[in-house]
């Protein structure tokens, strides 16, 4: 008998809770943010259009960040800047020629893969020209919203 009763009891206090997220569930506006001239924080997270572009290219759709085949995998912060930066690079006879690839190092940093070899640091790239496009892209992610 008493198994019943506390059987009981729980199914109503989860039916209770249940309740009362449904309830708080109608208070919760997704569109709006706290300044109204802001977007809110999670439509701010779409990724950068030249990753939207690149993964609808292939097939993918809309991701966080566009990875092929054969790519060194970086963070998706940086994917999504080697995503703003090629399609700078694509844009600029210049450097049109130049195979550029983001990858992650052993301790977690950024390697910087140009034709082939590993740059650690935007500093150590041979090609001021590809320094300045990737500053640049950089400024470009940080300046999105």
């Keep these: 008998m008493i198994i019943l009763i506390v ?12 309740a009362l997220v449904f309830m708080r569930a109608e208070d919760v506006n ?3 943010s706290d300044a109204p001239e802001e ?3 999670w439509m701010s997270a779409m990724p ?13 759709g809309a991701t966080l960040y566009d990875h092929d085949e054969g790519e060194k995998l970086a963070a998706p912060f940086a994917e999504q800047i080697e995503d703003v930066l090629r399609a700078k690079i694509e ?7 130049l195979n550029v690839d983001f990858g992650t190092a052993p301790d977690g940093g950024l390697e910087i ?9 935007v500093a150590n790239l041979p090609d001021e020209r590809l320094k300045a496009a990737l500053l640049q892209a950089v400024r470009e992610w940080n300046s999105r919203k």
Excluded: C, H, R
């Design 7 to 18: 059987g009981g009891a729980m199914i109503l206090v989860g039916l209770g809770a249940l």
């Design 30 to 32: 997704l569109t709006e």
């Design 39 to 41: 977007k809110p924080e």
């Design 48 to 60: 950068p259009k030249e990753t939207v572009a690149a993964s609808t290219a292939d097939g993918e």
């Design 91 to 97: 844009n600029d006879p210049a450097l049109k020629a």
């Design 113 to 121: 893969w140009m034709d082939g070899k590993k740059f650690v640091g």
